[in-house]
Structures are given as C-alpha cells and as structure tokens.
C-alpha cells in the first residue's frame, strides 16, 4: 500500500483535570526521525511516546507536539494560602513604611504571587497514560491522511508509467525501420565515396551496425522495471515501500540513458529524453512515498 510521508493530524482529550491533545506533523525522510515536545512534568513520557511512533510508522521527519490543559476539576478546587497571604501583607506593610508613596496592590495581583494558591498536583501517572492511548489514536489518523495522500501519489505514478510503455512500444516498433534506414545511409555513403559495395562486408558492417543499435535488451528491461513498479503499486501489503521505489527509478534511468547512447535517429533520442523526463517526475514523487 502506498502511503505518503507528507501528512498532519490532531487529536483532543477533555476529561476532568482537563483538555490534552497531540499534533503530528511529518515530512518526508529517509528514516523515521522524531521531534518531540512535552510539557516539563511529562517527560517521563517520551520512551513511551517514541516506541508508540515505532511500531506504527516506518519513515519521515515527525513533529509531535502534546499540549496539557488543566483547566478541569483541579483549577476549581484551588485554595488560598492565608499564611502566604498574610506573610505578603507584612512584606507590603513594611515596604510601604520606608516608600509611602507606592501604590495600593489589588486582590487579583496578590492571588498572581508565588505560593499564595495552593492548587493540587496533576496526576501525571494517568494524564500520562491518557496521553499515550490519545498519541496512538492521533497517529492512526495520521496513518490515514498518509494513506489517502499516497492514493493520489499512486495515481501520478501510473499515469507516467503508461506514458513511459507506449514510449518503449513505439520505439520497438520502429526498429525495423530504424535499421533499413542506417543501410540504406551506409549504401548512400559508399555511393558518394564511389565504392564499390562488397556484399560481404556491407553483411559485415550492418551486423556491427545493428549490434551499436540494438536495444531491445534496453526495451526489455524498461518492460520489466515498469512492470515491477506496477506491480509494486498495486500490492496491498502494509509494508514500506518508497526505497524500493526509489531503487527502480534509478534502473528505469540507467536504461533511459543507454537508449539515448545507443540512439541512430532523433527519435529515438527523443523517446530517450521522453522517458528520462518522465522517469525524474515519478524520482520527486517516490521521494514522498513511506
């Protein structure tokens, strides 16, 4: 199956401490590579965050963001520290004795200062927990954006490769005249030089001719690759695939290149072109491809 690496999901939580949530980004990369971000009480997280991102991706740069919001239970059932509080008000007192002239603090600045509300720890443990369950969800949502984006990729993909078989059909159906062509420019020549045509080495010469041109090796090969390809698109295996893509696009290249070496015509040089051109268009796709 083929998947995109290229993909964005985001998932929420509400319970009663409050709101969790997880953002994934992902790009395309050569291996899997994580950057997470945790809040400072949950870093104790990550070895679980990182193996949950293991067993359901294969490749891509990840960017993985989880937000806690505590503005649940736990916000309303902060209390005011009257030590703390009364403590502020003799600090307050004896400043303002050596600096009359400051102004009157209010009530909503003193609840801002350190230690006077006294709110409740998080129970880290079970947001933590809350937070690995929501993270595998939130990547199965992203398993999907990548799939449905792969969908599309797969397309571009065949679409290219059935340009790239007609492109090879053409090309074998015109080697038959490819060559009559190539003799007929030997015989040319040897007319202009005012040779006389030896039968046995015209034989000759059109046998290293046609060896120097013949590239049906070249056709059969890009048959096969595009084949694979093919085949590879089609497989509804969960597996990565991208690499092996990636590998056959260099092959389909390398015989793109003979071709063009090998060419006798404009055509076929054309067609060679063709297929190079077609060939580094499914390289930028396969680039995305898990």
Known sequence: ???????????????????????????????????????????????????????????????????????GEQSDSAIVDANAVKQLADLVAEVGNTMPNLRDISALEVLKWPGV?????????????????????????????????????????????IAMSSIVDEVRLR?????????QRLLDRFD????????DRLAQEMIILTQKSDVEEELKRLEMHISEVHRILASAENKPTGRQLDFLMQELNREA??????SMDGDTTKAGI???????????????IE
């Open 192 to 199: 202009e030089l005012s040779v006389q045509v030896d039968k």
């Open 1 to 71: 199956m083929i998947k995109s690496m290229t993909a964005y999901a985001r998932e929420e939580l509400k319970r009663e401490y409050g709101v969790i949530s997880w953002e994934l980004r992902s790009v395309n990369h050569r291996y899997l590579e994580p950057f997470i971000r945790l809040p400072e009480n949950f870093r104790g997280m990550e070895s679980n965050v990182r193996e949950s991102l293991k067993q359901m991706l294969s490749r891509g740069k990840l960017e993985c963001v989880f937000n806690v919001n505590l503005g």
């Open 274 to 288: 063709d297929l190079k051109v077609y060939i580094e268009q499914m390289r930028e796709q396969v680039q995305n």
């Open 117 to 161: 509300l006294d709110t409740p720890s998080p129970d880290v443990d079970n947001i933590s927990k809350d937070g690995i369950a929501l993270l595998v969800d939130t990547i199965k949502e992203l398993v999907k954006t990548r799939e449905r984006e792969g969908a599309k990729l797969r397309e571009a993909l065949e679409e290219r490769l």
């Open 257 to 262: 290149n003979t071709l063009c070496s090998k």
């Open 175 to 183: 080697m038959p005249d490819i060559l009559a062509a190539v003799r």
